[in-house]
């Protein structure tokens, strides 16, 4: 076996659909089970044997480099390129080909930056090398693939056509779809035009088929996530808590919580479901807490119920409040006996009254 191609990670998205969460952070350094998803993502290109990763940044694109220094901790070489303007995901992998250290005809991993995925990377780079594929592209399987690209292949698994989000059910010709994690050639990556926006999903690689290249998908359907909402980044850390979702950088043994060493849990508090509870937070007395993570320095005050939410940073949870699919941001106060529902966004350093929002009675 060839020794490992080097990566590139896409973190420049501004993470709109996640925020209050990405106001002040960054969607990759957002904590997953207690670290930057980012970690995991790192950690598992370094378990398939990459050592070189180059991180493709751009909004608050100060915050990594501070944080991972050279990657010496996670046993990798990390280099960092900022984009000035959002160049789109071509655009960002053609942005850093100057700190590529592969030849024309040598494989390269790029991967998403918000994708939580059990992914056998070197059976991807296998298939692409055995293919000799242009671009190798996973792809895997969902229920309802509407609100994807379908990826249909022949039955060599080679790619046939790219198709946008199908809005009828005659153009849902395949549950196959573009899972975010791809194997270039290096040619083909120096081939991307520079100095503006390229869309690999809409621009290179229908460019590449029409042109005769050879793309290739391999199916894997092992544990995929997309974590672009709230509601799926909450699940996806649960996920990996529970041991669900695969990842060696989870700070602690598998189970239905993880606390970290500095948090304090009050012993009749009822932690769940893959609950995290970060640095110097506190979780009080009678709080009962069920696929949710409490971010670092976060307070859940006594009986607080909460349930599939994410509590920022610093944030503070009043007294007997219930949260149902609830984002908190950062250092927002959420008051005694409020009941906040699915969807819910509680702005950073917001404050909410004791009992100013129900969805039920106040008895």
């Not at 700190?99 to 056998?120: A, E, K, M, Q, Y």
């Not at 976060?298 to 009043?318: N, T, Y």
Request: charged letters at 20%; proline letters at 7%.
């Amino acid at each position: 076996m060839n020794q490992a191609p080097e990566a590139i990670l896409l973190v420049g998205g501004k993470g709109t659909r996640l925020r209050p969460l990405t106001v002040r952070t960054p969607k990759p350094m957002v904590p997953a089970a207690g670290v930057p998803f980012l970690t995991h993502q790192l950690a598992r290109a370094r378990a398939a044997g990459v050592e070189h990763i180059v991180l493709a940044t751009s909004y608050l694109a100060e915050v990594f480099e501070p944080y991972f220094g050279d990657g010496s901790d996670l046993g990798l070489h990390i280099e960092y390129v900022t984009e000035r303007e959002p160049l789109g995901t071509g655009g960002a992998i053609r942005n850093v080909a100057s700190r590529l250290r592969s030849g024309p005809d040598d494989p390269v991993l790029v991967f998403n930056g918000d994708i939580l995925t059990g992914l056998d990377i070197p059976a991807l780079v296998e298939t692409h090398r055995s293919c000799d594929a242009d671009v190798s592209l996973h792809l895997t399987r969902v229920d309802d693939p509407r609100a994807f690209g379908l990826v249909p292949t022949d039955g060599t698994g080679r790619v046939t056509a790219f198709l946008e989000k199908p809005q009828t059910p005659e153009e849902i010709v395949t549950d196959q779809i573009n899972a975010g994690a791809y194997v270039f050639r290096r040619s083909v990556i120096d081939a991307i035009p520079t100095g503006r926006p390229v869309s690999v999903e809409r621009e290179t690689f229908p460019g590449l088929l029409s042109d005769g290249a050879h793309l290739q998908g391999m199916v894997d359907s092992t544990y995929w996530l997309d974590l672009g909402t709230p509601h799926a980044f909450v699940r996806g850390s649960a996920d990996l808590v529970l041991g669900l979702a695969p990842s060696p950088a989870v700070p602690g043994r598998r189970g239905d919580r993880l606390v970290l060493p500095t948090a304090r849990v009050a012993p009749g508090a009822k932690l769940t479901g893959g609950t995290v509870v970060a640095e110097g937070a506190v979780v009080a007395e009678d709080a009962r807490i069920d696929g949710s993570a409490v971010l670092a320095g976060a307070v859940v005050e006594a009986g607080a119920v909460i349930f599939g939410s994410l509590v920022g940073e610093g944030a503070r949870i009043g007294a007997r409040t219930v949260l149902s699919g609830v984002v908190v941001g950062d250092g927002a106060v959420v008051g005694a006996d409020n009941e906040l529902r699915d969807g819910a966004r509680v702005w950073c350093d917001a404050v909410l009254p004791a009992g100013a929002v129900r969805f039920s009675s106040d008895q």
